[in-house]
């Protein structure tokens, strides 16, 4: 059994910056093998990916946030971080951590951004 626990979510002026970070638990003896996924979704609309980082420690960026967040894990400590930079309003959203290509996901923490 995996659970995904979020932090750091919530209320920052735009221009801000904000991590959140997704901690692993439970059977995670194969953490290093998951690849990780960051999602968000804002009201109204579809969720959609935010950013990506395989079991190689590749990444891949929606074209909304490249060069603005850097998705990062940690195997050791189970564990993969969303620093967020440079935050604009649209980017409000509720983001979700996920063991990419599963069934499980974290429970979602807000980022709200203000103009």
């Known amino acids: 059994q995996v659970q995904l626990v979020q932090s750091g979510g919530g209320l920052v002026q735009a221009g801000g910056s904000l991590r959140l970070s997704c901690v692993a638990s439970?059977?995670?003896?194969?953490?290093?093998?998951?690849?990780m996924a960051w999602y968000r979704q804002a009201p109204g609309k579809q969720r959609e990916l935010v950013a990506n980082?395989?079991?190689?420690?590749?990444?891949k960026y929606a074209d909304s946030v490249k060069g603005r967040f850097i998705i990062s894990r940690d195997n050791a400590r189970n564990m993969v971080d969303l620093q967020m930079n440079s935050l604009k309003p649209e980017d409000t959203a509720v983001y979700y951590c996920?063991?990419?290509?599963?069934?499980?996901w974290g429970q979602g923490t807000q980022v709200t951004v203000s103009s």
């Open positions: 980082i395989t079991n190689a420690f590749r990444t």
């Open positions: 439970g059977r995670t003896f194969a953490f290093s093998n998951w690849d």
């Open positions: 996920r063991r990419d290509y599963s069934a499980f």
